[in-house]
């Protein structure tokens, strides 16, 4: 039923092995029901844009699907949740980031794993999807490497002792004391969390016999399971997931039962498993008790991703001319509907369930990087701390960060406040009225200015180029600041770059007016966004990406990648439908070096979506 492809196969049988292959087939059944799913997505996005429809809350009395639990019940609490385990607790502080880098050896690539387990972080979310480069063998690269460190391999190890060593050269200058004092304990005392693809992606190395895409969702959560569920549980800790990108309760449920085949097939407990949810869909925010109801016995939070849930307003509303987003930089956490959507996931988890239980809620990404003049590098830090203490406040139980020298900048946060989490904070209850949903796709007035869309732009082609490279997280900023020590760059990943297309779309399909005068384009305010505009301001950003030293643009990139992202920006932004996935065009040129065959399958994915309503998400060069 499932074919994998031989050569990496045959490269990663360490990966690949027996108990994971008998799963895959074991559970590869399930691949139907997420396909049904899938399709059944892109149906009621286009239905509410044939009928200018706005998302709503369910029927009260209505069953969930794929479950017997009643709407209203969940909501109430009707339901036994998961006691929260000993090493969930305490999470002040998770990093985030993929445990491989591309293109290098296997003792240089496993420096990742190190430096996040010995980040002094509470947890580290290995990230198997937004953050992690899909590059030839790096899903794989990034399995075996966790792999060999649960297992505490040699080759980890000596790594580990490396990195240890830098990462104290670093701290004493910047933080005056050694942040890693004896580092074979310290391995032990960050739990080891892992984020597998959404169920929107296929995997590269695995398909049906028939030559259609298989879930990569599947696949990353198998192999990460059947390959470190024994050294995990031997050292006490608990197999923990980061489930993402999910839209409905019985998506959840699909997830359930996926997770429970599993630890059926495994002959571990059921609810073994735990979960957290990243709410990163603003379909999740309409069933925020119903998607905890159905996970309920592994459920342990949620978590509020800032980029993705900002695309996926912008794609659920892509045909309400009246909503624009202003600037990127605009849109924080207490921007009109990102306020509302937080402020929602805190009532959620601290809705008690039958057994006086609630859940976690794990605050958002911190992009920021210590890296850059002294100037610049306290103001950013002071920003970092500014928005940590707000999420602390605001009943966070902690929060994620992007780079292992953020974790001893923004813990403190949560130190000093001596609480291991918030769960059962008061908040008022969960409300389900027109105006509740309202609240979720609300504006606030803010910016739109040459200097955000240059912003836009120049970051969005820099993304495209870098995930081509097999870089998924990337530290970029606008060419604009190049070679300028006091703006720093910040972790880039594909929710951020995936945002900037979708509020470059809108400025220019919703006749988008600019709030500023700009001298350089001759731009007034009022002007509108125009098509005309958008193409100077790409011509303008690419030439200088062109032109940019190799520490900024690498050299190889200028005549192989990077005009292939140039060009998978403009046909986003220019095409008169709004498509799903920015990695589907992403993933369609991934290995291709030739702009003529990527505008080709650019054309291919553009077509098939157009007229058909169809995604391209196998690998086509399987």
């Given amino acids: 039923m499932l074919d994998i492809r031989q050569s990496s196969h045959d490269a990663y049988p360490d990966v690949y092995t027996r108990g994971v292959v008998d799963a895959l087939h074991a559970l590869a059944a399930f691949d139907d029901d997420r396909k049904a799913l899938m399709s059944a997505r892109l149906l009621r996005r286009a239905q509410r844009a044939r009928d200018g429809e706005r998302i709503s809350f369910l029927d009260p009395g209505q069953v969930i699907a794929r479950t017997n639990i009643r709407v209203q019940d969940a909501r109430d609490g009707k339901f036994v ?3 929260i385990p000993h090493d969930l607790q305490r999470q002040w502080i998770q990093g985030t980031g993929p445990g491989a880098k591309p293109g290098v050896s296997l003792d240089k690539s496993i420096r990742n794993v190190a430096y996040a387990l010995l980040s002094g972080a509470d947890g580290w979310m290995f990230d198997g999807e937004d953050a992690l480069g899909q590059l030839s063998t790096m899903a794989l690269d990034n399995q075996r490497n966790l792999t060999l460190a649960m297992r505490r391999d040699p080759v980890f190890m000596g790594a580990a002792e490396q990195v240890a060593r830098e990462m104290n050269a670093w701290s004493e200058p910047f933080l005056g004391r050694r942040i890693v004092t004896d580092w074979r304990r310290q391995l032990d005392t960050t739990t080891n969390l892992f984020r597998p693809r959404g169920l929107h992606l296929d995997d590269r190395h695995v398909r049906r016999s028939d030559g259609s895409g298989f879930a990569a969702s599947i696949v990353d959560t198998v192999s990460f399971i059947v390959n470190n569920h024994r050294p995990l549980r031997d050292r006490g800790a608990s197999l923990v997931l980061y489930l993402p990108k999910i839209q409905t309760a019985e998506e959840a449920a699909l997830w359930h039962d996926v997770l429970s085949a599993l630890e059926q097939h495994l002959g571990i407990d059921v609810g073994a498993i735990k979960t957290y949810v990243l709410v990163e869909q603003i379909e999740a925010c309409f069933q ?34 009246n909503f624009i987003n202003p600037n990127i930089d605009a849109v924080t956490m207490t921007f009109g509907y990102m ?20 859940a976690l809620w794990q605050g958002g990404m911190e992009p920021n990087i210590p890296v850059g003049s002294p100037a610049g590098v306290a103001r950013s830090m002071e920003k970092a701390l500014h928005g940590a203490r707000r999420e602390q406040r605001e009943g966070a139980s902690g929060k994620w960060v992007a780079h292992w020298k953020m974790v001893h900048i923004v813990r403190p946060v949560w130190e000093s406040a001596q609480q291991d989490n918030q769960r059962g904070r008061t908040f008022p209850p969960l409300t389900y009225s027109a105006g509740d949903a309202g609240a979720l796709t609300s504006l606030d007035p803010g910016p739109r200015t040459i200097r955000g869309a240059r912003d836009l732009i120049s970051v969005a082609v820099q993304y495209g180029n ?6 998924q997280a990337a530290a970029l900023k606008p060419a604009d600041f190049f070679g300028n020590e006091d703006v720093l760059n910040l972790m880039e990943d594909m929710a951020t770059g995936e945002i900037r297309l979708s509020i470059l779309w809108e400025w220019l399909h919703k006749d988008a007016r600019l709030t500023e005068d700009d001298a350089d384009t001759g731009v007034s305010a009022g002007d509108g966004f125009t098509t005309t505009l ?18 900024d643009v690498h050299a190889q990139s200028k005549n192989t990648t990077l005009p292939i992202a140039r060009d998978i920006v403009d046909s986003y932004v220019r095409d008169d439908v709004k498509l799903p996935w920015y990695i589907d065009l992403l993933n369609i040129t991934l290995g291709v070096r030739d702009s ?20 391209v998400t196998k690998n086509v060069d399987f």
């Fill in 534 to 551: 958008f193409s100077r301001l790409l011509a303008e950003e690419y030439d200088k990406l062109l032109h940019a030293g190799d520490r």
């Fill in 288 to 321: 925020l008790m119903e998607i905890r109801a159905t996970l309920a016995s592994r459920f342990v939070g949620f978590n509020t991703g800032r980029w993705d849930y900002i695309n996926s307003v912008s794609d659920a509303l892509a045909w309400d001319h």
């Fill in 466 to 471: 870098a995930f081509g490279q097999g870089l």
């Fill in 81 to 83: 949740g998961s006691e």
């Fill in 596 to 615: 003529a065959e990527a505008r080709r399958r650019i054309d291919v994915l553009r077509r098939s979506f157009h007229e058909r309503g169809e995604r």
């Fill in 339 to 358: 306020h509302r959507y937080e402020d929602r996931v805190r009532r959620a988890v601290n809705t008690p369930d039958a057994h006086g239980q609630c």
